[in-house]
C-alpha cells in the first residue's frame, strides 16, 4: 500500500476540503498522508477524522505546510487565492503535483503560479468536473457555429457563502465561448449590468451571478436571437463530483514533465 501517492489536502475544514478527504480516504489508488489548515484553526493538532464527526484516521490536521508536504506525491488545493499561491512554491520545493480547484485568482496571481510551473506540476481548473469541462468543449463548438447575431449570456448560480463572481466555471465557459468565436474575452466580457447600461453591444459575453442558499453550482450558457434561444446547462447537485476529478487529476499528474495543465487534459478532452 505505501507505494500509493500520497496526497495532501489543503483547507482540511473547508466544504470542499472535508469533500476531498472523504474521497482520498475511501480511494484504492492513493493515501492520505496529511491534512493542513490556517495557523490557529481549531482542527490543528487534532485527528481529522474525529473533527469530521468520525472515527479516527490517524492523520493529524497541521498548519506546517512544508513539513507535510515533505512526505506528498501531490497536494489538493481549494482554499483561497493568498493560500494557493503560497502553495505553490511549497509544492514546487516538495516536488509535489499541485491540483488546484481555488477560484477568484488575480492575474497576478496566474502569473505567480505560471513562475511555478516552470519547476512544477500544476493542474488548475475553476472546475473539476466531467461535465463541466465538457460542457467547456460544447459552448466552444455552439460559438463557433454561430454568429453574433446569437447574444452569448452566462449565467451561474451559487450557495450564499461563496465570496468570488463571475464563477471559476462561468470564467472557463466565456473563455470557451470567446475561443470558439475567435475574439478576446478580455474585449467582449460584460459583467452584471446596472443602471442605465444602454443597449447591448454585439458580440458581448454576459456574465450574471445568483447568490442563495445552499445551490452547489448551476451554470447556463444562453445564445439568444431573434426567433430562438439555445441554453447549454450544467447542475452540480454534489460536491463529489469535484473532489473526484480533483483526485483523478492528483493521479494523473504523477510523473508528469513540470508545466501548467487543465482538466482537459487530465480528460483527454
Ligand atoms: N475547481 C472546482 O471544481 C471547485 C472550486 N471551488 C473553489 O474552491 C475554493 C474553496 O471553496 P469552499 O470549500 O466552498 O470554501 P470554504 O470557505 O468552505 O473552504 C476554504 C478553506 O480554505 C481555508 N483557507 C482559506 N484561506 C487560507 C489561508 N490563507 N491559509 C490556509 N487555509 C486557508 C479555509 O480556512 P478558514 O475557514 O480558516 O478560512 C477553509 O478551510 C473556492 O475558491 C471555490 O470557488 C469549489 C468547488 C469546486
Ligand atoms: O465556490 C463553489 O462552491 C464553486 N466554485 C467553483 C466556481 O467558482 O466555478 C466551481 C463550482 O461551481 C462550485
Given at each position: ?7 495532501v489536502v489543503?483547507?482540511?475544514?473547508g ?14 489508488k ?13 482542527w490543528?493538532g ?7 464527526g468520525?472515527q479516527?484516521?490517524?492523520v ?5 505546510a ?13 482554499t483561497a ?19 488546484i ?43 463557433a ?6 447574444d ?5 448560480s451559487h ?7 463571475p464563477?471559476?466555471t ?11 468565436r ?8 460584460d ?32 445564445f439568444a436571437a ?12 454534489d ?11 492528483a ?14 487534459d487530465v480528460?483527454?478532452?
Amino acid at each position: 500500500m505505501s507505494e500509493l501517492p500520497g496526497i495532501v489536502v489543503m483547507g482540511a475544514s473547508g466544504r470542499m476540503g472535508q469533500m476531498l478527504i472523504k474521497e482520498v480516504l475511501a480511494s484504492d489508488k492513493a493515501r492520505l498522508v496529511g491534512v493542513l489548515d490556517r495557523p490557529g484553526h481549531d482542527w490543528v493538532g487534532r485527528d481529522v477524522g474525529e473533527c469530521m464527526g468520525g472515527q479516527p484516521v490517524g492523520v493529524m490536521v497541521s498548519d506546517d505546510a512544508l513539513e507535510t508536504m515533505a512526505k506528498a506525491q501531490a497536494v489538493i488545493d481549494f482554499t483561497a487565492p493568498a493560500a494557493t499561491v503560497d502553495m505553490a512554491e511549497i509544492a514546487a520545493q516538495a516536488r509535489a503535483v499541485h491540483v488546484i480547484g481555488t477560484t477568484g485568482l488575480t492575474e497576478e496571481d496566474i502569473e505567480k503560479l505560471s513562475l511555478a510551473g516552470r519547476h512544477a506540476t500544476i493542474i488548475r481548473a475553476g472546475n473539476m468536473s466531467l461535465g463541466v469541462n465538457l460542457l467547456t468543449q460544447l459552448t466552444k463548438k455552439v460559438a463557433a457555429a454561430l454568429d453574433e447575431d446569437y447574444d452569448i449570456e452566462i449565467i451561474e448560480s451559487h450557495h450564499h457563502h461563496k465570496v468570488d463572481a463571475p464563477s471559476g466555471t462561468a470564467l472557463m465557459l466565456g473563455e470557451a465561448a470567446a475561443e470558439g468565436r475567435g475574439v478576446d474575452l478580455t474585449e467582449v466580457s460584460d459583467r452584471g449590468r446596472d443602471g442605465i447600461t444602454g443597449a447591448r453591444k454585439r458580440g458581448d459575453i454576459g456574465f450574471h451571478a445568483i447568490r442563495g442558499g445552499d445551490i452547489v453550482g448551476e451554470h447556463d450558457v444562453l445564445f439568444a436571437a431573434n426567433g430562438e434561444r439555445i441554453t447549454l446547462r450544467h447542475v452540480a447537485s454534489d460536491r463529489t463530483v469535484f473532489a473526484r476529478g480533483a483526485l483523478k487529476a492528483a493521479l494523473w499528474g504523477q510523473g508528469k514533465k513540470p508545466g501548467e495543465y487543465t482538466m482537459l487534459d487530465v480528460l483527454g478532452l
